[in-house]
């Protein structure tokens, strides 16, 4: 018996529902590519993720992409009240009815496309998004969120190591760039725990992480999302360039700008640290409003 099997699960193989093999074999839910599809059968990982997002009980819970409910089924089980799901795939209307049949009223279901949904409407703070993101949308999906984190109590996410390691990456590394500069700004970033690909049905090519975002209390200084997302999109946008010649497609005086902020203007983009690209925001704000 491998690891990742069923079998080897406490608690939530009690919770009264069919095995999740046997949802997707009752319910030919073959996983599609086109959908970003790799399911998560071991419940002791599904598990594992919804505690990790807990308290449940008190939050609005979001998940994007529940597939055949594996961890929405967690989920609930570990204390969700207000749960609502966003799939794309029509074909698992019918398996998330039947969960939501189970624990009357705590479960509602959006069919529909997560980049169109406002999430910030279903229901009131504290909102948590817990989701085995589809790789195809993961980032973008993030970065959205990202845009208005004071909606957000946390984001417990899966994906793949190499997208979790640019979250949480460094100055002066290769998994440095836009995202972990966005992500530091806003939120206290940590990967949680590695998933084998294995655990996945059908296996992804590559091994995934679970990474959690708690949005900062406090960020020190204030600056606009809009300007540091800008930044730092010319900054990484041409990585190997030195800023003077990278952040040209800004509107301002690149030279003043750099020396405004105090930072040399042959620095790469990938040298400065988080608290570089907020001072670097904030005069540029400051330039481009005077
Ligand atoms: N949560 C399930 C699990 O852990 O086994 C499935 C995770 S699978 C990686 C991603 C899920 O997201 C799939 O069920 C897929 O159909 C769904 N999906 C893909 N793109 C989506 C989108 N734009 N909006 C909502 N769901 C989407």
Redesign the pocket.
Known sequence: MSEHSEQTTGKLANDGLPPLRDVIATHDLSAQKK??????FDLNLTGRIARAAAPLEDATVIE?????G??TRALLFHGAKNLTV????PR?QPVLEQISNHYPGALHVIDG???EVDVTTLGPTPRKIVA???YN?GTQLLLGWLMQIDQFASLTLMFQKEVAERVVARPKTKAYGRLSVLCQYLCDCDILFDVHRSAFTPPPKVTSAVVQLRPKAERGTDINLDSLAKITQAAFGQRRKMLRASLKTLNVNVGELLAKADITETSRAEELSVADFVRLTQVHDEMAAS
């Open positions: 959908f970003g599809q790799n399911f998560l994007i992409g529940p597939g055949p594996g961890l966003i799939e794309r795939d698992c496309d997560a980049l085995n993101l589809p949308v």
